[in-house]
DNA sequence: TAGGCCATCTGGTCCT
DNA sequence: AGGACCAGATGGCCTA
């Protein structure tokens, strides 16, 4: 496929070169064939120029063939990113476009940041602003501390149980009402999408025992303020995509 | 058939 | 100098 293409450019006359060192040879090339479609090309460059037109398409080859293996190992993020998503996977499901993937993995964070902060105002709440020994499950920010919902593994906070009490998803909705148009682009898949996970998960953060994490070790990073404001734009922004 | 999505090639620019 | 990254162009495939 390399070949063809770069037979059809040097035919058309359109290459011209691929960098300010690499296009010397491109170029060399490039003259070479116009002087051969403008008279007859001397028979003692024939030789050279077989070596020329080889180099230029072992040069090409090389280069796409990068290219080709950069684009690929970006699809093998993008599906690494599609797997934690909350969406159905499966043969019969299509696959999320890059935009759509991306776009869905933005509000999913948000999403998340937004409910660990509401699951630390509640725990703030719950010990009356005491730092409790379990200060870790409060600290969670969406930049540094992954997390990662297709992960099994995730062990759930003694304290707070398997998944938040009912009140703080009706707490939720009622003091982030944006956040319930955070929503994956349900259109853009072909089957009825599975429900979101659960947001139960909880981090490997016990009562009691010394934390390595960075997040314990270091002040948090910059938070992001999730505004109603925001999450209408970002409403907009997906239908946009979702179209 | 138009539009969306994607893979690939290509040339330019920046970085190491 | 070579590689990585990026964006534009192009063509193929699929779906409404």
């Not at 490039?30 to 003692?44: F, Q, V, Y």
């Not at 990113?81 to 909350?86: Q, T």
């Not at 996977?89 to 299509?94: I, L, W």
């Amino acid at each position: 496929m390399d070949g063809i293409y770069l037979r059809d450019h040097l035919q058309d006359g359109r290459l011209n070169s691929v960098s300010s060192t690499q296009n010397e040879l491109l170029q060399k090339m490039t003259s070479e064939h116009l002087s051969r479609n403008g008279d007859k090309t001397p028979s003692k460059y024939k030789l050279k120029k077989q070596v020329t037109e080889q180099e230029v398409q072992q040069l090409r080859l090389k280069i796409n063939g990068r290219e080709r293996k950069r684009m690929h190992d970006l699809n093998l993020a993008m599906d690494g990113l599609r797997e934690v998503m909350p969406y159905a996977h499966g043969p019969s499901v299509r696959k999320l476009s890059k935009i759509a993937t991306l776009l869905l993995a933005r509000n999913y964070i948000l999403m998340l940041t937004s409910s660990l902060d509401e699951m630390k105002r509640l725990v703030g709440e719950i010990y009356g602003g005491h730092h409790s020994a379990f200060h870790c499950s409060a600290v969670g920010h969406s930049g540094s501390h992954a997390v990662h919902p297709g992960n099994a593994s995730h062990q759930v906070h003694p304290l707070l149980g398997s998944a938040l009490p009912s009140s703080t998803a009706a707490t939720l909705s009622t003091t982030l009402p944006g956040l319930t148009s955070i929503r994956a682009p349900h259109a853009l898949l072909k089957t009825a999408p599975t429900p979101p996970l659960p947001l139960g998960g909880g981090f490997q953060h016990w009562a009691g025992l010394p934390c390595p994490c960075t997040i314990c070790q270091v002040p948090p990073p910059p938070h992001i303020p999730i505004t109603s404001a925001g999450l209408t734009r970002l409403s907009s922004e997906n239908k946009d995509v979702m179209k």
